[in-house]
């Protein structure tokens, strides 16, 4: 078996992770509790986008949300991996977005039923390119930001997350396995809105990378 190639990890990763309401000031702007334990939920592989590839709205959604977060690309398995050496299971990050149908999701809480139809949809997880753990030495403080057309949506810190990396993957593993290759997407920061058909996003972290995507609607 040939090795796999972490810096690809969307094309072979099994399973992406995400966190809700990890920024306090993104649960207010939802009219959310601030959460005492981590919120999870799952993206399918099939969810990764790529640039050059546009993001699309979903069918059944008139309200997609961007929510540009950190994702973390574990490089080595685990279970119940303890917070002191949780950063060992590291192999790197991505910029990331969390694309959201949010009155489809507003409409699954209110009937106490699953987001998968508002979270796990075809090009909702669009990911940069692969950025070596070395290129952010403290994951803990580190600057995102996002732009629709130009102009500024969502900037933050993940200094403003309320669980910290280490703590996610050591919470996340008690009850889900962690493997090489998944992704951890660790919340948003305030300033979620919605995107409409032609809108071009343009996402950054730090001076480390930028990355950009067109949205449209499919044709059927």
């Known amino acids: 078996m040939t090795a796999r190639n972490i810096a690809r990890f969307w094309e072979w990763g099994r399973k992406i992770i995400c966190v809700g309401r990890n920024y306090a000031d993104h649960a207010k702007e939802l009219k959310n509790a601030i959460p005492t334990e981590p919120v999870v939920f799952l993206k399918p592989p099939s969810a990764y986008l790529r640039e050059g590839s546009p993001i699309l709205v979903p069918l059944y959604s008139n309200d997609l949300h961007h929510e540009v977060e950190l994702g973390v690309v574990i490089g080595k398995g685990g279970t119940a991996i303890p917070q002191s050496t949780a950063m060992e299971h590291v192999a790197g990050y991505a910029l990331c977005l969390d694309m959201t149908a949010r009155d489809i999701q507003e409409e699954c809480k209110s009937k106490g039923l699953p987001w998968t139809m508002a979270k796990g949809f075809n090009t909702s997880c669009p990911v940069s390119d692969f950025i070596p753990k070395e290129r952010i030495p403290d994951p803990g403080n580190v600057q995102l930001w996002l732009k629709v057309n130009g102009k500024v949506r969502q900037s933050g810190s993940t ?11 050591s919470y996340i593993s008690d009850f889900i396995s962690l493997e090489e290759g998944d992704l951890i997407l660790t919340g948003t920061p305030k300033g979620v809105s919605a995107v409409q058909e032609h809108d071009e996003l343009q996402a950054g972290i730090q001076d480390i990378l930028t990355m950009n995507f067109k949205v449209e609607r499919p044709d059927h």
């Not at 200094?159 to 993957?169: A, C, E, G, H, T």
């Open 159 to 169: 200094s403003q997350m309320i669980f910290s990396v280490p703590y996610l993957i």
